[in-house]
C-alpha cells in the first residue's frame, strides 16, 4: 500500500502515478477473469485519458469522458411483468480503485449520472466488491 504513494515522471504528462496505476489494474484484470464466464454479464475496460499525436504533436483524447469509470458495459435482466421473459442489458459502470483510493468529483458525478439513470454504478476495491455492486452470489 506504501507503493500507492509513489509517482514517476512521463516526459508528455509530467509525474503519473505508477503504483496506483499497476495496483487498479491488476485488480481490474482480476475481476474481469472473476466475471469473465458469466454468460449475462459483460463488462470492458475504458481506459480515459490523453496521448499526443505522434504526426501533430497535438493531445487526442480517448475513453468514454472524463471520470467515467474503469470498466463499463452490461448485465442482462429480466424486466417487469407485462414483459415477462423478455430480456434486456442494464449499464454497468464500476469504479476500481486500491484500497486508499478516492474517486475524483468528475468521477462521482459519473456514477451518479448513471445510476440515477437505472444503470448499475458502484466503487470496487476487490473482486468480493464487484460481485456485491451486480448482485451476483
Known amino acids: 500500500i506504501a507503493l500507492c504513494h509513489r509517482f514517476v515522471l512521463y516526459p508528455c504528462k509530467g509525474?503519473?502515478?505508477w503504483s496506483v496505476s499497476n495496483n487498479?489494474?491488476?485488480l481490474q484484470q482480476e475481476i474481469r477473469?472473476?466475471?469473465g464466464k458469466i454468460p449475462t454479464l459483460r463488462l470492458f475496460r475504458n481506459q480515459v485519458g490523453?496521448?499526443?499525436d505522434p504526426r501533430t504533436g497535438?493531445?487526442?483524447q480517448f475513453g468514454l469522458a472524463k471520470g467515467s469509470s474503469d470498466l463499463i458495459g452490461f448485465k442482462k435482466i429480466k424486466i417487469t411483468e407485462d414483459m415477462i421473459g423478455q430480456e434486456i442489458a442494464q449499464f454497468?459502470?464500476?469504479e476500481v480503485k486500491c484500497p486508499k483510493g478516492r474517486l475524483t468529483p468528475q468521477q462521482n458525478n459519473w456514477l451518479n449520472f448513471i445510476s440515477k439513470s437505472g444503470g448499475i454504478t458502484g466503487v470496487a476495491r476487490s473482486i468480493k466488491d464487484v460481485f456485491n455492486i451486480l448482485s451476483l452470489s
Do not use: G
Open 24 to 26: 487498479e489494474t491488476k
Open 58 to 60: 497535438r493531445y487526442v
Open 33 to 35: 477473469l472473476a466475471i
Open 92 to 94: 454497468v459502470s464500476i
Open 15 to 17: 509525474l503519473y502515478n
Open 50 to 52: 490523453q496521448l499526443p
